[in-house]
Protein backbone atom coordinates (compact mmCIF):
# COMPACT_ATOMS: atom_id res chain seq x y z
CA UNK A 1 0.00 0.00 0.00
CA UNK A 2 1.52 3.40 -0.60
CA UNK A 3 2.99 5.47 1.75
CA UNK A 4 1.19 8.50 0.43
CA UNK A 5 -2.32 10.38 0.80
CA UNK A 6 -4.16 11.01 -2.61
CA UNK A 7 -3.41 14.83 -1.51
CA UNK A 8 0.31 14.10 -2.05
CA UNK A 9 -0.77 11.56 -4.99
CA UNK A 10 -2.14 14.65 -6.79
CA UNK A 11 0.93 17.10 -5.59
CA UNK A 12 3.55 14.34 -7.13
CA UNK A 13 1.89 14.34 -10.50
CA UNK A 14 1.87 18.79 -10.84
CA UNK A 15 5.64 18.12 -9.97
CA UNK A 16 6.28 15.19 -12.52
CA UNK A 17 3.92 17.48 -15.11
CA UNK A 18 6.38 20.08 -14.56
CA UNK A 19 9.14 18.15 -15.35
CA UNK A 20 7.69 16.70 -18.31
CA UNK A 21 6.13 19.80 -19.69
CA UNK A 22 10.47 21.63 -19.32
CA UNK A 23 11.70 18.73 -20.97
CA UNK A 24 8.85 18.64 -24.15
CA UNK A 25 9.65 22.04 -24.52
CA UNK A 26 13.43 21.99 -24.69
CA UNK A 27 12.68 19.33 -27.43
CA UNK A 28 11.85 22.00 -29.37
CA UNK A 29 7.95 21.06 -29.73
CA UNK A 30 5.09 24.32 -30.16
CA UNK A 31 2.05 21.89 -30.68
CA UNK A 32 1.16 19.33 -28.34
CA UNK A 33 -1.48 17.21 -28.12
CA UNK A 34 -2.01 15.67 -24.42
CA UNK A 35 -4.43 12.77 -24.18
CA UNK A 36 -5.12 11.74 -20.30
CA UNK A 37 -7.45 9.40 -19.09
CA UNK A 38 -10.62 10.32 -17.24
CA UNK A 39 -9.58 10.47 -13.72
CA UNK A 40 -8.28 13.03 -11.21
CA UNK A 41 -4.55 11.70 -11.07
CA UNK A 42 -4.21 11.71 -14.60
CA UNK A 43 -6.15 15.53 -15.00
CA UNK A 44 -3.55 16.52 -12.46
CA UNK A 45 -0.45 15.38 -14.87
CA UNK A 46 -1.82 16.48 -17.99
CA UNK A 47 -3.14 19.86 -16.68
CA UNK A 48 0.23 20.47 -14.85
CA UNK A 49 2.01 18.94 -18.02
CA UNK A 50 0.41 21.49 -20.38
CA UNK A 51 1.00 24.38 -18.01
CA UNK A 52 4.76 24.03 -18.42
CA UNK A 53 4.91 23.14 -22.13
CA UNK A 54 2.80 26.72 -22.69
CA UNK A 55 4.76 28.61 -20.23
CA UNK A 56 8.03 27.62 -21.50
CA UNK A 57 7.52 26.89 -24.86
CA UNK A 58 4.89 29.64 -25.77
CA UNK A 59 3.55 26.96 -28.07
CA UNK A 60 -0.19 25.71 -28.03
CA UNK A 61 -1.62 22.44 -26.61
CA UNK A 62 -5.21 21.48 -26.14
CA UNK A 63 -6.38 18.41 -23.85
CA UNK A 64 -8.12 15.15 -24.85
CA UNK A 65 -9.93 12.88 -23.09
CA UNK A 66 -9.32 9.33 -23.26
CA UNK A 67 -12.57 7.59 -22.83
CA UNK A 68 -13.35 3.62 -23.55
CA UNK A 69 -15.29 3.18 -26.37
CA UNK A 70 -14.54 6.34 -27.94
CA UNK A 71 -10.88 5.76 -29.08
CA UNK A 72 -11.97 5.97 -32.50
CA UNK A 73 -13.60 9.09 -32.68
CA UNK A 74 -10.38 10.49 -30.53
CA UNK A 75 -8.25 9.32 -33.07
CA UNK A 76 -10.34 11.63 -35.73
CA UNK A 77 -9.75 14.60 -33.64
CA UNK A 78 -6.01 13.99 -32.78
CA UNK A 79 -5.96 13.59 -36.86
CA UNK A 80 -7.53 16.86 -37.27
CA UNK A 81 -5.56 19.14 -34.50
CA UNK A 82 -2.34 17.61 -36.11
CA UNK A 83 0.33 18.45 -33.49
CA UNK A 84 4.01 17.76 -33.33
CA UNK A 85 3.43 15.10 -30.78
CA UNK A 86 1.22 13.51 -29.08
CA UNK A 87 1.64 12.76 -25.38
CA UNK A 88 -0.43 9.89 -24.03
CA UNK A 89 -0.30 10.42 -20.33
CA UNK A 90 -2.44 7.33 -19.31
CA UNK A 91 -2.12 5.94 -15.72
CA UNK A 92 -3.86 7.09 -12.42
CA UNK A 93 -6.28 5.73 -10.41
CA UNK A 94 -8.01 3.73 -13.04
CA UNK A 95 -6.91 -0.50 -12.90
CA UNK A 96 -4.17 -0.51 -14.86
CA UNK A 97 -5.90 -3.53 -16.99
CA UNK A 98 -8.40 -1.34 -18.15
CA UNK A 99 -5.89 1.61 -18.69
CA UNK A 100 -3.67 -0.84 -20.87
CA UNK A 101 -6.97 -1.63 -23.17
CA UNK A 102 -7.96 1.58 -23.79
CA UNK A 103 -4.32 2.48 -24.79
CA UNK A 104 -3.81 -0.51 -27.09
CA UNK A 105 -7.02 0.49 -28.59
CA UNK A 106 -6.43 4.31 -28.96
CA UNK A 107 -3.08 3.01 -30.63
CA UNK A 108 -4.57 0.97 -33.16
CA UNK A 109 -7.34 3.84 -34.05
CA UNK A 110 -4.54 6.53 -34.26
CA UNK A 111 -2.72 3.94 -36.70
CA UNK A 112 -6.13 3.77 -39.04
CA UNK A 113 -6.17 7.07 -38.79
CA UNK A 114 -2.19 7.78 -39.38
CA UNK A 115 -2.41 10.68 -36.99
CA UNK A 116 0.90 12.45 -37.16
CA UNK A 117 3.52 13.48 -35.23
CA UNK A 118 5.88 11.68 -32.74
CA UNK A 119 4.37 10.05 -29.63
CA UNK A 120 5.65 10.07 -25.90
CA UNK A 121 4.74 7.91 -23.38
CA UNK A 122 3.55 7.75 -19.79
CA UNK A 123 6.13 5.48 -17.85
CA UNK A 124 2.99 3.89 -16.29
CA UNK A 125 1.68 2.45 -19.02
CA UNK A 126 4.87 1.25 -20.47
CA UNK A 127 6.38 -0.16 -17.50
CA UNK A 128 2.62 -2.04 -17.55
CA UNK A 129 3.43 -3.83 -21.07
CA UNK A 130 1.26 -1.34 -22.61
CA UNK A 131 3.57 -0.54 -25.64
CA UNK A 132 4.64 -3.78 -26.48
CA UNK A 133 1.09 -5.35 -26.04
CA UNK A 134 0.28 -2.81 -29.29
CA UNK A 135 3.00 -3.77 -30.80
CA UNK A 136 1.61 -7.35 -31.40
CA UNK A 137 -0.97 -5.68 -34.54
CA UNK A 138 0.98 -5.36 -37.38
CA UNK A 139 -0.52 -1.77 -38.31
CA UNK A 140 0.71 -0.27 -35.33
CA UNK A 141 3.80 -1.74 -35.34
CA UNK A 142 4.24 -0.15 -38.95
CA UNK A 143 2.54 2.93 -37.94
CA UNK A 144 5.25 3.46 -34.41
CA UNK A 145 7.96 2.27 -37.20
CA UNK A 146 7.80 5.89 -39.04
CA UNK A 147 7.76 8.17 -36.44
CA UNK A 148 9.98 9.00 -33.22
CA UNK A 149 8.54 7.54 -29.94
CA UNK A 150 9.81 8.77 -26.69
CA UNK A 151 8.82 7.86 -22.81
CA UNK A 152 9.71 9.18 -19.98
CA UNK A 153 11.03 6.76 -16.75
CA UNK A 154 12.11 7.98 -13.09
CA UNK A 155 15.74 7.02 -11.57
CA UNK A 156 14.46 6.34 -8.47
CA UNK A 157 17.84 6.18 -6.44
CA UNK A 158 19.68 8.90 -8.72
CA UNK A 159 16.95 11.21 -8.20
CA UNK A 160 16.06 12.27 -11.90
CA UNK A 161 13.25 11.56 -14.61
CA UNK A 162 15.12 10.01 -17.88
CA UNK A 163 14.01 11.39 -21.32
CA UNK A 164 14.29 7.99 -24.01
CA UNK A 165 13.83 7.78 -27.14
CA UNK A 166 12.11 4.05 -27.80
CA UNK A 167 13.50 1.75 -30.46
CA UNK A 168 10.54 0.19 -31.86
CA UNK A 169 9.65 -2.89 -32.47
CA UNK A 170 12.70 -4.08 -30.21
CA UNK A 171 11.37 -1.26 -26.80
CA UNK A 172 15.10 -0.62 -26.17
CA UNK A 173 15.57 2.63 -24.73
CA UNK A 174 18.20 5.66 -25.52
CA UNK A 175 18.74 8.17 -23.14
CA UNK A 176 18.43 11.45 -24.19
CA UNK A 177 17.57 14.07 -21.52
CA UNK A 178 17.63 14.04 -17.76
CA UNK A 179 16.48 15.87 -15.21
CA UNK A 180 16.90 16.45 -11.41
CA UNK A 181 14.31 16.05 -8.86
CA UNK A 182 13.83 18.10 -5.89
CA UNK A 183 14.41 16.21 -2.70
CA UNK A 184 10.76 16.35 -1.83
CA UNK A 185 9.76 14.84 -5.35
CA UNK A 186 12.22 12.18 -5.04
CA UNK A 187 10.59 11.13 -1.64
CA UNK A 188 6.83 11.50 -2.80
CA UNK A 189 8.56 8.89 -6.11
CA UNK A 190 9.66 6.72 -3.68
CA UNK A 191 6.58 6.63 -1.15
CA UNK A 192 4.13 6.39 -3.51
CA UNK A 193 5.93 3.95 -6.17
CA UNK A 194 8.51 1.65 -4.20
CA UNK A 195 6.61 2.28 -0.72
CA UNK A 196 9.89 3.25 0.64
CA UNK A 197 10.58 6.19 2.32
CA UNK A 198 14.21 7.90 1.57
CA UNK A 199 16.28 10.17 4.35
CA UNK A 200 17.57 13.55 3.61
CA UNK A 201 21.06 13.58 4.87
Known sequence: MPLTTFEEEIYLRALTGRLVGKALADLGLNKLAVVASRNV????????????????????TYHFMA???SEGELAKRLREFS???????????TPIEDTKRSFVRLLRAMAEEEVPGSLIIHVRIFAAGGLKEALEGEKVRKYLESRDVFVYTVGFDEGKVYVNKVSIPSLELMRLAEYHVTLEHADLLNRSLKDRRISFS
Open 41 to 60: ICSSIAAATEATFITLSGGV
Open 83 to 93: AQAVLLQFGGE
Open 67 to 69: ESG
